[in-house]
């Protein structure tokens, strides 16, 4: 089983600033099976990123993903206040089985 | 615009039984994979269980399975997910998701979650 461990835990940036999440997997995860999501407190969690690198419908383009193998990157080019928010990337296996990473905070200072 | 409404929760003791039902609308259901997605208090996204567009194929993680069964009924557009042998680390919000149509390999849209707690 893959499991995706994600970093930092919390990150503290100010508005404009560029955001980089890290979300690595156990193993080699291929591109098309690698999701990000943006979840805000008291709300159903939003798809932000399919297949790596692959903004969802009505995703502003300042959100973009990257990566491959092991190592995926979620970038928030200048970071706007509406952005704070935990996000987690999910990986989907041929089982089919879906796992998710712990989660990354990132907060507006 | 997709709807996905979740009905069901509430407070159970341990040991008990409850059947959540999700609610979908403005989208062909029979078209998709669904699946159920829990998050603990203060805590993360576990999935939990899928189900196939026609029924015939489900999963489970292996922290429900035995336990928590995936049905859908798509002559009335629901999806629902009995849950037996409550534990208090089954206390969670439970979301419904819809499964991309292609591949199956994200959750597209969400249901707004709905709380199940365990406890006597």
């Known amino acids: 089983e893959v499991v995706l461990t994600q970093s930092p835990g919390t990150l503290s940036l100010s508005p404009g600033e560029r955001a980089t999440l890290s979300c690595r997997a156990s193993?080699?995860?291929?591109?098309?099976?690698l999701a990000w999501y943006q979840q805000k407190p008291g709300q159903a969690p939003r798809l932000l990123i399919y297949?790596?690198?692959n903004r969802a419908t009505g995703i502003p383009d300042r959100f973009s993903g990257s990566g491959s193998g092991t190592d995926f990157i979620l970038t928030i080019s200048r970071m706007e206040p509406e952005d704070s928010a935990v996000y987690y990337c999910?990986?989907?296996?041929?089982?089919?089985?879906?796992?998710f990473g712990q989660g990354t905070k990132v907060e507006i200072k | 615009q997709v709807q996905l409404v979740e009905s069901g929760g509430g407070l159970v003791k341990p040991g008990g039984s409850l059947r959540l039902s999700c609610a979908a609308s403005?989208?062909?259901?029979?078209?998709?994979?669904m699946s159920w997605v829990r998050q603990a208090p203060g805590r993360g996204l576990e999935w939990i269980s899928y189900?196939?567009?026609?029924?015939?194929?489900?999963g489970y993680a292996d922290s429900v399975k035995g336990r928590f069964t995936i049905s859908r009924d798509s002559t009335k557009n629901s999806l629902h997910l009995q849950m037996n042998s409550l534990r208090a680390e089954d206390t969670a919000v439970y979301f419904c998701?819809?499964?991309?149509?292609?591949?199956?390999?994200?959750?597209?849209?969400w249901g707004q979650g709905i709380l199940v707690t365990v406890s006597s």
């Open positions: 999910q990986q989907y296996d041929s089982a089919p089985r879906y796992t």
């Open positions: 193993q080699s995860v291929r591109s098309s099976d």
């Open positions: 297949g790596a690198s």
């Open positions: 998701a819809r499964l991309a149509v292609a591949g199956r390999k994200y959750f597209d849209h």
């Open positions: 403005d989208f062909i259901f029979s078209d998709y994979y």
């Open positions: 189900i196939s567009s026609r029924g015939d194929y489900t």
